[in-house]
């Protein structure tokens, strides 16, 4: 699986931006995706993740609530839309994919990786 993440830039707090997440070469419904994100100097750390249906997500607690992951998958497109931003989730922003049927919290359980995209968020 190929991905191609998008959509990051520089906003400022309180504002919202919407990654996509395009996946291509296998049959994206069978993935189970998630968005991660590491910011300078900081391991990479879980944001959100969603079932290969879309039936059930999951999200690390500091974005409960402020960021939403959903899929589409007759585009074969994740999205993880972020409101209320924070400076904190300033980090780079990547998508990843996992072959099963799981909402998978862990990064190294993923098989496939996007490139990432830079989340900037001023106060």
């Known amino acids: 699986v190929q991905l191609q993440a998008s959509g990051g830039g520089l906003v400022q707090a309180g504002g919202s931006l919407r990654l996509s997440c395009a996946a291509s070469?296998?049959?994206?419904?069978?993935?189970?995706m998630g968005w991660f994100r590491q910011a300078p100097g900081k391991e990479r750390e879980f944001v959100a993740a969603?079932?290969?249906?879309?039936?059930?997500?999951g999200y690390a607690d500091s974005v409960k609530g402020r960021f939403t992951i959903s899929r589409d998958n007759s585009k074969e497109t994740v999205y993880l839309q972020m409101n209320s931003l924070k400076p904190e989730d300033t980090a780079v922003y990547f998508c990843?994919?996992?072959?099963?049927?799981?909402?998978?919290?862990?990064?190294?359980?993923?098989?496939?990786w996007g490139q990432g995209t830079q989340v900037t968020v001023s106060s």
């Open positions: 990843a994919a996992k072959s099963g049927t799981y909402a998978y919290t862990k990064a190294f359980l993923y098989e496939y």
């Open positions: 070469g296998r049959t994206f419904s069978s993935y189970a």
């Open positions: 969603i079932t290969w249906t879309g039936g059930y997500a």
